[in-house]
């Protein structure tokens, strides 16, 4: 159950796009179609933003889009808005219904 | 509209015992599995346990395993997180979550903090 691994942080300037990775191994992100990303913005609690790897839940502005590739998944953002700085989670479904989160990533919008 | 409230977080003393509740509204709560995930001050995610709807099956994260129970209520509508012998690592804001699919969460409450100190 090691945490994924994601930078710790990624900027960018507005209108810009920024991508963020997510590396885990064959027994959670390349192992299932289930990874989920989540945005945190100080003291609130975590917003769905992309579950099934790629697919947004309603509501969620098509900005964000995810992929998988292997044991990676990545999280872009295009059209890059201030209102976007946040921290962002990756999550994989990790077998035996267990989950594990990465470790987040700061945006920070220039 | 979907709400999560948690409540019953404090302050406890190391080896000492707590019980978290999360009342949901809004839908049907018999309908999903629950999910607890923690969040230490400054850190990152770390999903705690999960609960099938009908109570049936519980998965732990190994840190807690056999410290900690889950449990819920469907005529309450309420999830309930025991935690027993707890640690100073076992501070942190604790979330309830609505399970979408295969643990993934699309509905989270605001949390309650939980301190363990001396």
């Known amino acids: 159950q090691s945490a994924l691994t994601q930078p710790r942080s990624v900027s960018g300037s507005p209108g810009q796009s920024v991508t963020i990775s997510c590396i885990g191994t064959?027994?959670?992100?390349?192992?299932?179609?289930?990874v989920s990303w989540y945005q945190q913005h100080p003291g609130k609690a975590p917003k769905f933003m992309i579950y099934?790897?790629?697919k947004r839940p309603s509501g969620v502005p098509d900005r964000f889009s995810g992929s998988k590739s292997g044991n990676t998944a990545s999280l872009t953002i295009s059209g890059l808005q201030a209102e976007d700085e946040a921290d962002y989670y990756c999550?994989?479904?990790?077998?035996?219904?267990?989950?594990?989160f990465g470790g987040g990533t700061k945006l920070t919008v220039l | 509209e979907v709400q999560l409230v948690e409540s019953g977080g404090g302050l406890v003393q190391p080896g000492g015992s707590l019980r978290l509740s999360c009342a949901a509204s809004?839908?049907?709560?018999?309908?999903?599995?629950m999910i607890w995930v923690r969040q230490a001050p400054g850190k990152g995610l770390e999903w705690v346990a999960n609960?099938?709807?009908?109570?049936?099956?519980?998965y732990y994260v190994d840190s807690v395993k056999g410290r900690f129970t889950i449990s819920r209520d469907n005529a309450k509508n309420s999830l309930y997180l025991e935690m027993s012998s707890l640690r100073a690592e076992d501070t942190a804001l604790y979330y309830c979550?609505?399970?979408?699919?295969?643990?993934?969460?699309?509905?989270w409450g605001q949390g309650t903090p939980v301190t363990v100190s001396s």
């Open positions: 809004g839908f049907s709560f018999s309908g999903h599995w």
């Open positions: 064959s027994s959670d992100v390349g192992g299932y179609n289930y």
């Open positions: 999550c994989s479904y990790a077998g035996s219904l267990s989950v594990v």
């Open positions: 609960i099938k709807e009908d109570g049936s099956q519980k």
């Open positions: 979550a609505r399970d979408y699919s295969w643990l993934q969460a699309d509905y």
């Open positions: 099934d790897v790629s």
